[in-house]
């Protein structure tokens, strides 16, 4: 697959009725930009896999990955790769852009970066309004009607990233889509951003990641098969 791909996948089963299977559907930028992107990431420690120390979510869910995408910014390699193809992303899916909406507080830095080499406004998205001033939830200059992107670092649920979209729709602006760096691919995730009719872009996702970890030797056979156990059922995993 290419420049543009659908990637679909299905290689397990729904578990708790909350489909948590192995299932991809998403719009991939590119597969070897994917893996580019994947292989940078862990190089840099902003994926770390710990499947026999697992990390807590602040969802409670035991996790054996965590990424912060926030420490590609202290690396100009992986900074520029990232806002290159976050551009790539845009120009190719949302020609028609007016703005860049980042969503609060790791899309703000990706987004500015993104909308100043796109010569376009920005604007962010608070998690919640101020308690003081002006009591805004979207910051910089509300634009009603504005055909917007919206920026995220990671998607795992999309719930914080929907809710973002539901704040720009209610303040008039018309949101084209959003695009993000990495996904967990989860099939709920899938299914809340079909519910809320959004598209999303990732450059890279967990099935890229995982042969990388592999080849860096990051990873053994075991590590791997608990990862794979992870995506399965995520929110049971280790319980």
């Known amino acids: ?91 190719h899916y949302f020609p028609d852009v007016a703005a860049i909406a980042g969503v609060a507080t790791a899309g703000i830095p990706q987004g500015a970066l993104l909308a100043n080499d796109l010569g376009l406004p920005f604007i962010y998205v608070r998690s919640k309004p101020k308690d003081h001033g002006m009591e805004n939830r979207i910051e910089g200059k509300v634009v009603p009607g504005q055909k917007v992107v919206v920026v995220e670092d990671l998607v795992s649920t999309g719930g914080s990233s929907l809710k973002a979209v539901e704040d720009l729709r209610n303040a008039g602006f018309e949101v084209l889509g959003m695009v993000a ?3 967990y691919g989860f099939s709920v995730a899938e299914e809340n951003f ?9 450059l890279s996702h ?34």
Not at 18 to 47: G, N
Request: include cysteine; charged fraction near 25%.
């Open 1 to 91: 697959m290419g420049f543009g791909q659908k990637c679909t996948k299905n290689r397990g089963t729904a578990t708790s009725g909350k489909h948590y299977r192995l299932f991809l559907i998403m719009e991939i930028l590119d597969q070897s930009v994917a893996a580019e992107i994947a292989d940078q990431l862990l190089e840099i420690q902003a994926i770390r896999l710990q499947p026999e120390k697992p990390f807590t979510w602040a969802s409670g869910w035991k996790s054996p990955i965590y990424c912060d995408n926030r420490l590609s910014l202290s690396y100009p390699k992986v900074r520029t790769l990232i806002k290159e193809n976050l551009v790539k992303s845009i120009q």
């Open 206 to 239: 967990y099935e890229a990641m995982l042969p990388k970890a592999v080849e860096r030797n990051y990873i053994n056979q075991s590590a791997l098969d608990s990862l794979t156990e992870w995506r399965k059922d995520p929110e049971n995993w280790k319980r």
């Open 181 to 183: 760096i990495f996904s």
């Open 194 to 202: 079909k519910n809320a009719d959004v598209k999303l872009i990732v």
